[in-house]
Structure formats: C-alpha cells, structure tokens
C-alpha cells in the first residue's frame, strides 16, 4: 500500500503540486498545526513552524536558481 | 419549465451541494470546541441547501450544458442563494441561544449575537463573507461562539477563490460546460488547457499558502486559533477577524508586517503564483500586473505615511509608516484589516480627508485580475490609462499607419484595442455609476452632519470594491436597513464585476414581463 492508496491522501496527491517537496508541504502542514494545537507553544513546535516556513520560501528559491 | 431553466437549476444545484459540503465539515468546529448546542443548527443549516441541491441535480441531470447567458444568470443567482443558504447558521445559532432551550445547555446571550436574530443582518453578513467584503453586523466578533467564527473565516476563504471554482472542483467532470461557469465567476485566466485541472490547481495553490500564511502568523506570536483565522480571511483578501478590533487588538508590529505578505500574496493571479512556484521568478517583474501591485503598493505606502505623518495624525515616522503601509496594502488588496483604530492609535475614520481619499482611491483599484481582490483590478485600470494615450497619440500619426498597444506582452491591434479598452471602460463606468447610487443612498438616510462626504465615499468604495474597511458607518444599529440592502447589493455586483448581475435583472424583468 502506498500513500497514494490512502483516502482523501491520494485524492490530494492526484490533484495536488505532482511535486515532491509541495507535496510534502501539503500533507505536513495541517499534520504540524494539529501538533501545535495539541503541544502548544514550545521550542519544538516553534522549529517545526520555522523550518516548514524556510522550507517552502528556500525551494522556491531553489526552483528559481535552477530555472 | 423551459430548457435555459432546466441548466440553470441543475447548476444551481450543484452550487447548493458544494454549500451543503461545506456546512457538514464546519461540524468538526463545534464538536472540538465543545460547543455542542450549535450542531443541530449546523445540520438543519446544511440539510437545506443539501435537500434542494440534491432535487434539482437529479430533476434536471439531462439538462443541456450552459451557454454564455446561462453562465451568467448561473453566478449570479448562485453567488445570491449561496448567501441566502450561507446566512442560515447565522440565524439559526442565534435563534438557538436567543430561545435558551434547556435541553441543548445554550450559553447565555449577547448583544453581538442577538444582532442575528434580525435575518436581513444574517443575511448581510453571509454576503460579507462570500464576497470577501469583510464588513460586519457584529459589535464584537471576540464573543461570537467559535462556530460562526469560523463559519464567518471559512466562507471568505472560499468566497476569495470562487463558490464556483469550488463546484467544478468538487463536483464537475471536464467537458460540462464548466469553462462558461469559470470566466462567469469574474475570471478569465487559465492554468492548464482544461478548466477542472485548473481550478484544482488554484485550490492546491491556495491550501498550501493557507498553512504557510497560518504558520507564519503564529511563529510571529499570534496565538493559533487567531493565526487560522486570518490566515483564512487574510489570503482570500476577506478581512473578517475574530476579535474586536481588527488586527489592532494584537498591537503588535510583527503581527502587522507578516499580514502584509499574506495580503500581497492574495492580491496576485494564480496562474503567476503557479509559474512562481515552478521557479519562474522572473514573473514578479514581467508579469504587468503583479509589477504594478508592487509599484502601486509602494507609491501608495510613501504618499500614505507623507500625509499622516505631516498632518501629524502620528508622533513618529515609524508609526506612520507601520499604519500606512499595513492599510493602504489592507485597502488595495481589498484585504480589509483594520490596525487604525481609536483604542491603539487614530482610527481610519478620524485619518485627514485627504488620507482617508487616498486609502479609498487603493479600495477603488484594487489588485490584480485572476487573483482573491475586488475592485476595477489593476489590468483594467491599465488597460484604460493605455487606451486614453493610444487615442491621443493617433491623432499625431497619418491615417494609414498601423499601429499596436502592447499590454502585458500582447500586442493588440486596432479591433483588439478597440475590444478590451470597451470592456474597462464599460466595467470602470458602472463601477462608479454603483458607487454613485450608493452615496446618494447613504446621504439620504445617514442622519445629517453624523458623518462626512469622505466617510460615505470611503464605506460605499469599501462595500463595492468588497474590501470590508469602515468608517464607522457600518453597524447592526448604525446603518439604516435600507443602507444594509444597499450594500447587499454593491458587495454581490462588486464581486462578480458587475455584468452578470445586470444580465440576470434583465432577463428577469424582461421574463417577467415588467417592462415588456
């Protein structure tokens, strides 16, 4: 079984970025956001929200370097 | 029932399934905030357009495939009843609360969510909502059960995109006519050839900014229920927040700055956000419009902080500059947050004439076409200023010499020019012929001397351009009813740009035999 053979995951897949990095951001962010909604405010959760946010904003400027 | 019906209402029905869609997943707010009493309201509030959506779907499944006409009277009588049924939550929670039954434990009532109660408030604020507008019939959004606050976030975030957008992405197959609904719905641009693979790109687009713009504001210190919402209202340029007084009530810079992203990135057309992200950077400059939001914005920002810092409606320079910017961007984008307000600083309503004019001018304008704004759009307002000096400068040129506007790469010749300048010209007259109509409306029935020329112009520029920013005029008990329907009406034309509204009053009254 892969990820694509989940449910409302593989629907998201087959609609979504058909790339890898966007598609991980698309599937981690709300997973982090439940996280902070049950963990709250701590250093862990702060990181997560930071490198999720310099994840996206670097590959795009990744994208655009290669391009 | 004729066939133009028969289309038209197996649509609509799909519009009301998408809604009732919507509705049955708002349930997860009430379970996990415990507010239990509100459910059966959500569920009755969902059965309804879920019922007649399911009727006419099936009633009329064989019905021909939409043409130009339909797909106007389709947007806007949906955009109309979407409003309607959207309205239903808002009545129903605060009738459940208003009556106190015993059996469903209903807190106690306030005065924000007794303004509810009045159907034409409910009504008002659903169209707020949809259209993105953000102006309120609430006193205080802080009180509000966490349901309709987020039933208030949730249908901006998906008014930004399109009601739709939303139905071909969920339930339409390719080929069924979703293309003529698509450009009905004030949009034109396209992503990929197909019109479904499109939309759904736009809503991938759109989820993943909305946590990016979700997460940015809660590392920035606003707490996360907060951050979720205007994440929401944020991006689709909506402007609808859950406290008291707009974005003020954090008082909080960092929180005023990161908004300012999340506005722009909701004032730029997909098809560039989709190009930026496939790493073609080059589209923030190449691209006309998203170059002329930057520029607009920025010239906007400097005229702004000139004016109130001179008029010395701030002590420093970095105060003028942090409220100018943040609202000259709130107003261009068609955002709608307010930071200028009385309890922290100088509320936008006590701003000079000649500040408040400027905030109405970025209102009037708006962001770029294709994208979650209001207003003209940039394009148009483009489009005008390089068809007037085309004209002009024909006169210098013999008559045989051909000759070609380029407007954003496009090289139009004379019947092209001819076309898209009619077209602005149509949409730019109309617009301020509403706005017109709306002041005249206002000055009527606004008690004398209460408010000021620019006060009225800035609320009915706020209302049409459905940017949501207020002078203090509009209120559950400070605006007159007729005022309220009034602006009922600017926000429905102002988000669909207009024609599909007056195509679908024709025909209605030409069908109705009112004028024939």
């Given at each position: 079984?892969?990820?694509r053979?989940?449910?409302v995951?593989?629907?998201l ?5 058909e790339?890898?990095?966007?598609d991980v951001?698309?599937?981690?962010g ?6 902070i ?5 701590s ?15 670097s590959?795009i ?7 | 029932?004729?066939?133009a019906?028969?289309?038209?209402s197996?649509?609509l ?9 919507l509705?049955?997943?708002s349930l997860?707010?009430p ?10 309201a ?16 099936s ?7 939409p043409?130009?006409l ?9 955009w109309f009843?979407?409003?309607?049924f959207?309205?239903?939550p808002f009545?129903l929670?605060?009738?459940t609360?208003e009556?106190?039954?015993?059996v469903?434990?209903t ?6 969510l007794?303004?509810f109660?009045?159907p ?13 507008t ?10 509000l059960?966490?349901t309709l606050?987020w039933?208030?976030s949730?249908?901006e975030w ?10 071909t992405a ?5 080929g ?10 004030a949009?034109?641009?396209r992503?990929?050839p197909s ?8 809503w991938w ?16 210190g ?8 205007h994440?929401?209202?944020?991006l689709?340029?909506?402007?609808f927040?859950?406290t008291?007084n ?15 992203p999340?506005?722009l990135?909701?004032?730029i057309?997909?098809?560039v956000?989709y190009l ?21 914005m ?8 000139a004016l ?10 970095f105060s003028?500059f942090?409220?100018s910017?943040?609202?000259?961007v709130?107003a ?7 930071t200028?307000v ?6 936008l ?11 109405t001018?970025?209102m ?9 704004v209001g207003?003209?759009k940039?394009?148009?307002a483009?489009?005008l200023?390089?068809g ?11 008559k045989?010499a051909?000759?070609?506007l ?13 076309q898209e300048?009619?077209e602005?010209a ?7 012929v509403f706005?017109?109509?709306g002041?005249?409306v206002?000055l009527?029935i ?6 000021t020329l ?5 609320e009915v520029?706020s209302a049409?351009?459905?940017v949501?920013?207020s002078?203090?005029i509009?209120?559950?008990e400070?605006?007159?009813t007729?005022?309220k329907?009034?602006f009922?009406?600017?926000m429905w ?10 195509v679908?009053?024709r025909a ?9």
């Amino acid at each position: 079984m892969t990820l694509r053979d989940v449910p409302v995951v593989g629907d998201l897949l087959e609609a979504g970025a058909e790339d890898r990095v966007f598609d991980v951001l698309l599937l981690g962010g709300p997973l982090l956001i439940l996280v902070i909604a049950i963990v709250g405010r701590s250093p862990l959760t702060s990181g997560g929200a930071i490198i999720y946010l310099l994840s996206f904003s670097s590959y795009i400027l990744y994208r655009g370097a290669q391009s | 029932m004729n066939e133009a019906m028969e289309t038209i209402s197996r649509d609509l029905g799909r519009m009301f399934l998408a809604l009732a869609g919507l509705l049955f997943v708002s349930l997860l707010v009430p379970i996990v905030w415990g507010e239990y009493w509100a459910i059966p309201a959500l569920i009755v509030s969902g059965l309804l357009p879920l019922g007649i959506g399911s009727l006419l779907t099936s009633t009329f499944r064989e019905a021909t495939q939409p043409g130009k006409l339909h797909g106007m009277i389709i947007a806007a009588t949906g955009w109309f009843c979407v409003a309607l049924f959207g309205s239903v939550p808002f009545l129903l929670i605060a009738w459940t609360v208003e009556l106190g039954l015993p059996v469903l434990e209903t807190p106690a009532q306030t005065e924000t969510l007794a303004a509810f109660t009045n159907p034409i408030n409910a009504v008002f604020e659903s169209m707020s909502g949809f259209t993105g507008t953000g102006l309120t019939m609430t006193d205080n959004e802080e009180v509000l059960p966490r349901t309709l606050q987020w039933w208030r976030s949730f249908i901006e975030w998906v008014g930004g995109v399109g009601v739709i957008v939303l139905t071909t992405a969920i339930l339409a197959r390719p080929g069924s006519g979703s293309l003529t609904l698509y450009e009905s719905e004030a949009r034109s641009e396209r992503i990929h050839p197909s019109v479904v693979s499109t939309v759904q790109t736009i809503w991938w687009i759109f989820l993943l900014f909305t946590f990016v713009s979700i997460l940015l504001l809660w590392v920035v210190g606003m707490p996360l229920w907060g951050a979720i919402n205007h994440a929401m209202t944020g991006l689709s340029t909506g402007g609808f927040s859950i406290t008291d007084n707009s974005i003020a009530t954090y008082d909080s810079a960092a929180i005023d700055f990161a908004l300012l992203p999340i506005m722009l990135l909701g004032s730029i057309a997909f098809p560039v956000h989709y190009l930026i992200l496939q790493g073609d950077l080059r589209n923030l400059y190449t691209d006309l419009q998203t170059r002329w939001i930057f520029l607009y914005m920025g010239a906007g920002t400097i005229v702004l902080t000139a004016l109130v810092y001179v008029n010395a409606t701030y002590e420093t320079l970095f105060s003028a500059f942090r409220y100018s910017s943040f609202q000259f961007v709130s107003a261009a984008t068609c955002a709608g947050f307010q930071t200028a307000v009385d309890s922290t600083n100088v509320a936008l309503g006590r701003w000079p004439a000649q500040a408040q004019l400027t905030v109405t001018f970025g209102m009037i304008v708006g962001g770029a076409a294709g994208s979650t704004v209001g207003g003209i759009k940039l394009i148009r307002a483009l489009t005008l200023l390089k068809g007037i000096r085309f004209r002009i400068a024909d006169v210098f040129y013999p008559k045989t010499a051909v000759r070609r506007l380029k407007i954003n790469g496009r090289r139009l010749d004379e019947r092209e020019v001819r076309q898209e300048f009619e077209e602005a010209a149509i949409i730019g007259f109309l617009w301020f012929v509403f706005l017109g109509i709306g002041m005249f409306v206002l000055l009527l029935i606004l008690p004398q001397g209460e408010y000021t020329l620019e006060n009225i112009i800035f609320e009915v520029a706020s209302a049409q351009g459905n940017v949501g920013l207020s002078a203090g005029i509009t209120g559950p008990e400070s605006l007159p009813t007729l005022g309220k329907l009034m602006f009922l009406f600017n926000m429905w034309i102002g988000r669909l740009e207009i024609i599909p509204v007056l195509v679908t009053l024709r025909a209605l009254f030409r069908r109705g035999g009112i004028y024939q």
